[in-house]
């Protein structure tokens, strides 16, 4: 496995893409950021958010604590204007429904150098505040990693935000980040094992509900783990 190394010219976009976004999002919204003293600084794991619209993982990015490494969905590449700005920060594409061994090798790298990694376990966009259920996808990372996951849970971030904010209107935004979750190792084989990967998916976005209110519970409505 090659080290994981962030190239020169990607760290210097960094620098003024999460400079400049998280003033656009402060003069436009009201961002509140709570449970920053949960994030387990200078060590690697993993951030699973809820993921409503195109506003979560800028926001997310911009606003944690640490510079995050990010996967995104490799189809968003080829849209104008979002894809350059995924391309400038060195976002991961990820093909959806894919098993793709040199992501995964790139992902694993990513945490053995000791770096935090943003997923969206929904895989993509619910465009309503409703939570579906994860894809195994993050199961599989918690299984070959072994690193804590830092649950997320973003409000306000809904389709109409830039709409509401050109209007003046200041929508409120928050993201409450939870306590690490910490996850045995798999032992099960087969079927049970794929399993026990969606059970673990599941488990994390019980957190991330537990730091939403009821609307956002979605398909996990009466699971939520309280943070």
């Not at 959806?96 to 990513?110: F, K, P, Q, S, T």
């Not at 409703?130 to 804590?148: D, F, K, L, N, T």
Request: proline share 10%.
């Amino acid at each position: 496995m090659k080290p994981y190394v962030i190239p020169l010219h990607i760290q210097f976009h960094r620098l003024y893409l999460r400079f400049g976004i998280r003033t656009i999002f402060n003069i436009f919204g009201r961002v509140k950021v709570l449970g920053r003293e949960n994030v387990p600084l200078g060590k690697p794991y993993v951030i699973a958010m809820n993921h409503i619209s195109i506003f979560d993982p800028p926001l997310t990015v911009c606003f944690w604590p640490e510079q995050p490494e990010v996967i995104g969905a490799a189809d968003v590449f080829e849209k104008k204007g979002q894809g350059t700005l995924l391309s400038l920060y060195g976002v991961i594409p990820v093909h959806r429904g894919e098993y793709d061994r040199a992501l995964l090798e790139n992902i694993l790298a990513i945490l053995k150098a000791g770096r935090p990694l943003v997923i969206a376990p929904e895989g993509g966009r619910s465009h309503e505040p409703a939570m579906r259920r994860a894809m195994p996808g993050i199961g599989y990372i918690i299984e070959h990693a072994q690193v804590p996951v830092v649950p997320v849970g973003l409000l306000g971030t809904l389709d109409d935000f830039w709409q509401r904010a050109k209007r003046g209107e200041k929508p409120p935004i928050e993201m409450r980040i939870g306590k690490p979750i910490f996850f045995p190792p798999i032992t099960e084989k087969g079927a049970e094992r794929r399993e026990a990967r969606q059970k673990n998916a599941d488990l994390v976005m019980h957190h991330i509900a537990g730091l939403l209110p009821a609307e956002y519970h979605g398909v996990y409505a009466g699971q939520a783990i309280p943070q």
